[in-house]
């Protein structure tokens, strides 16, 4: 089934664009306006962790209690990991992202302008507001740095080229099962949008989407929830298991599919596409709209149980996970929950866990079928 | 109102109740010590007034649903609009934090954690989403909130720990979200953005509330709000004084009434009593810790299951904990607070605990504490399960070693979940750190 398209490294694409004159924005999860960086000549390049980095340069600062996408990120810099960078953007999520940030204005002191960006939570007209004028006074930093001022009709442009860029990254979830492409296969294309220039990444998945129409795959579906799924041999070992990942709940993914905007003033515009996005409990979505959320994704894509795949001591996944898995198993959805750390290689009990709970999914679809 | 109910909570909260409470005061004020009276001074005079203060403000919770409306609020929560609204506030930190003193916490969390909350979840969340669950409580019984009241100027834990609280209780969550302020001055969206949420709130709280806003009422608790505040304040400056007059361990357990009777003409009258008690102390040459010898810090929460066995340790070696950046958060704003501009002082006091600034702030607070306290040393609680506390402080600790060239030590325990207190290591680490003191 496999016809994974080329997607070019990350590496390689940081390379490019500085050759082209432009600059990097190392920019931390989850939500943040891409666009406005754009404006700027930023390609925003995203720091998920990244997995298995040397953990000691970030453990003189950070207690073992936070989490590996936080003491991941701090151990990379501290290793030149983001040289890159021109400079380096931290929204807010959660207690954890919120210290990273502070620490590194007060004390890592990088040699990139850090610039942090609160993200409300509600979905108020007060909530907008907010957004809007933090993107706002970020546009007024970047300016300082960068000598440029984008105008209104640039940056909407540049919104528009995200918006087409999110409006096929949507489309390939939602085809996802149509699509010729191993889990590990369709992972890699959707996560590129971590880095890729709007443009590419839309060149890219067209080139995807116009590739005929394949048999769709079988397996067992799942919906994966979580934050990120690494390491990515994950999802080969779920296909491996007789399991296909058929819709997410990821926070790198399936929480950033953000509808286009509908404001004509540029910030307002970036605002509203954050905070209009699928549920999420770091923008303060209720639990129950992430439920109905979760079971509808469920419904729509067929998936027959959820993975909960959370990143150890993970605040914001691991308060709503008993009721939502509560409210799963109520639905007919079973689940299982598993938790890493970014620098663990994927365990045997991991999978094991998976496995059963894929075999049990099985099992339930075999007796339901009888 | 139901009449019945009227009559029951007026009985009980008017007349039975607090002549139980008296009959208690009476007896503790004729007990002997508990705490190692070798080491420390006799307990505060005041002690018996602040447990029947405190029980007395449970008490009216017990019979308040059906009476009174109920607000559940997060600790730095601008309790003033729920007060002017004649709101039953109920602190769910406060509580959990009394099921640590009575070291109840963890038994009542693992009710949470049978339904699937994680142990690395913040321990008061867990005590208190237990507590919810299996309605355990050491204060009788725990009022339905009508109104979920977060606040996220301490955490966006509380946010998610809210969250889960509204769909146990089927409540309506009102969310003051203050964005951290990372550098020195907040942005003015940010200030205009809290101030719009408090103004916002309000059409919301009034409609569950069943009454208007009176701002005359609003503007008298922001009064009282500010005036417990300073008088709090200068209870701890007190404790610039040789030998200090109470520690922060007394601190610990006489910051009750600020946190969750802020705002109420009691908690000025408490206040300034304990201020009185405090100058006696400071005129009869009476130190909380007898032979004080070294001056020290304290950072983060408490460690409420510990708090007698640290305070007579560190006694035993003539240590007194005399600051703590935690204890002056509930002190510290008083000055900002303007009753005659109240909505835009409020929107900037509750964007500005300590909590809510960054890591910098933190270290510049404790470093000013240093010399305003003249102290020997820092002990910095590295709480397992309280992260917004805890990050930064490997840097703070590092910062005052070598800037100020003073001691510091960083002790792994939480404030609530005693099962990751380990005893052993904990003593010798203090007795290193001691030793260090000279
Ligand atoms: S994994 Fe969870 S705790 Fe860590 S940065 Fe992401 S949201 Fe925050
Ligand atoms: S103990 Fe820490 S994490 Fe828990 S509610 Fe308080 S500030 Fe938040």
Redesign the pocket.
């Given at each position: 089934m496999e016809s994974a398209p080329t997607i070019p490294s990350r590496t390689a694409t940081i390379r490019a664009w500085k050759e082209s004159g432009g600059g990097i924005a190392a920019v931390l999860p989850i939500h943040y306006p891409r666009a406005l960086l754009r404006a700027f000549g930023l390609l925003p390049v995203e720091v998920w962790g990244p997995p298995r980095v040397d953990p000691a340069p970030g453990a003189a600062h950070l207690q073992p209690y936070v989490c590996s996408i936080v003491g991941n990120a701090l151990s990379f810099l501290l290793k030149d990991g983001l040289d890159v960078a021109d400079v380096i953007v931290v929204p807010h999520a959660c207690?954890s992202l919120q210290g990273l940030g502070s620490l590194l204005l007060d004390f890592v002191r990088p040699r990139q302008p850090v610039f942090p960006l609160y993200l409300p939570r509600g979905r108020r007209e007060s909530d907008r507001q907010f957004l809007a004028d933090e993107c706002r006074a970020l546009y007024g930093k970047l300016a300082a740095i960068t000598g440029r001022a984008p105008s209104e009709e640039e940056l909407l442009e540049s919104i528009r080229r995200e918006e087409e860029a999110d409006g096929l990254l949507a489309e390939l979830h939602h085809r996802r099962r149509a699509l010729s492409l191993t889990d590990l296969a369709f992972y890699r294309l959707v996560r590129a949008r971590e880095y890729l220039p709007a443009e590419e990444f839309s060149a890219l998945a067209r080139s995807v989407l116009d590739t005929p129409p394949a048999d769709p795959r079988t397996g067992i579906p799942i919906l994966l929830s979580g934050i990120v799924p690494e390491p990515m041999a994950l999802l080969d070992a779920i296909n491996e298991m007789g399991g296909t990942v058929v819709a997410d709940d990821l926070a790198c993914c399936g929480r950033r599919l953000y509808p286009p905007g509908v404001s004509g003033d540029p910030f307002r515009r970036m605002a509203e596409r954050i905070l209009d996005g699928p549920p999420d409990p770091t923008r303060g979505s209720p639990i129950t709209e992430r439920l109905q959320h979760l079971v509808r994704t469920a419904r729509e894509t067929g998936a027959r149980g959820v993975v909960f795949y959370d990143v150890k001591f993970c605040e914001p996944e691991l308060f709503d996970l008993p009721l939502l898995r509560r409210g799963l198993q109520e639905a007919g959805l079973p689940s299982v929950h598993v938790e890493v750390d970014l620098n663990d290689p994927l365990s045997g009990q991991t999978l094991t866990r998976i496995e059963a709970f894929l075999e049990m999914v099985a099992g339930q679809t075999e007796e339901a079928r009888r | 109102m139901n009449p019945v109910n009227a009559l029951r909570y007026h009985w009980n909260v008017n007349v039975l109740g607090p002549a139980v409470l008296r009959l208690q005061r009476w007896q503790a004020e004729r007990r002997p010590a508990r705490w190692d009276t070798r080491y420390l001074a006799p307990p505060l005079r005041i002690a018996p007034r602040t447990k029947e203060l405190v029980a007395r403000h449970w008490l009216a919770g017990r019979y308040a649903n059906g009476y009174r409306k109920v607000a559940w609020v997060?600790?730095g929560a601008p309790v003033e609009l729920l007060k002017a609204l004649d709101f039953y506030v109920l602190y769910p930190?406060n509580h959990a934090a009394i099921c640590g003193t009575a070291r109840l916490a963890v038994d009542i969390a693992s009710e949470a954690e049978s339904a699937g909350y994680s142990r690395d979840l913040?321990s008061?969340?867990r005590t208190d989403i237990g507590a919810a669950l299996s309605g355990k409580t050491p204060v009788g019984r725990l009022p339905k909130p009508d109104v979920l009241f977060a606040c996220t100027n301490?955490?966006q834990?509380?946010l998610f720990?809210y969250r889960v609280l509204a769909e146990y209780f089927g409540a309506p969550l009102v969310l003051i979200d203050t964005p951290f302020v990372y550098t020195e001055e907040a942005a003015g969206h940010a200030v205009r953005y809290v101030r719009r949420q408090l103004e916002e709130a309000v059409p919301v709280l009034e409609r569950i509330a069943g009454k208007r806003l009176d701002e005359r009422k609003l503007r008298q608790v922001g009064l009282l709000s500010k005036r417990a505040s300073e008088l709090w304040l200068e209870i701890l400056q007190r404790c610039r004084h040789r030998p200090a007059p109470i520690s922060v361990f007394d601190q610990f357990i006489q910051m009750a009434p600020i946190v969750e009777m802020r705002g109420d003409p009691e908690t000025v009258d408490f206040y300034a009593a304990l201020l009185k008690e405090v100058d006696e102390r400071i005129a009869a040459g009476v130190g909380a810790v007898k032979n004080e010898r070294k001056r020290v810090l304290w950072d983060n929460?408490p460690i409420w299951y510990r708090l007698r066995y640290l305070a007579e340790f560190l006694a035993r070696h003539g240590v007194a904990v005399v600051a703590s950046t935690y204890t002056n958060a509930w002190g510290e704003l008083a000055p900002l607070i303007d009753p005659d501009d109240l909505w835009e002082s409020m929107a900037r006091t509750y964007i500005y605990p300590i909590?809510n600034r960054g890591t910098g702030h933190k270290l510049k607070t404790m470093r000013q504490m240093v010399e305003e306290y003249g102290l020997d040393g820092a002990i910095l609680h590295s709480?397992r399960?309280?992260?917004?506390?805890s990050i930064g402080q490997m840097d703070q600790r590092d910062r005052l070693i070598r800037e100020l060239g003073v001691p510091a030590l960083l002790l792994e325990a939480d404030?609530n979940d005693y099962r990751v207190f380990a005893e052993e290591q904990v003593a010798t680490r203090l007795a290193a750190f001691v030793e260090m003191l000279g």
């Open positions: 207690d | 997060t600790s930190e913040c008061y969340a301490i955490c834990t509380v720990w929460l909590l709480d399960s309280c992260k917004p506390y404030h």
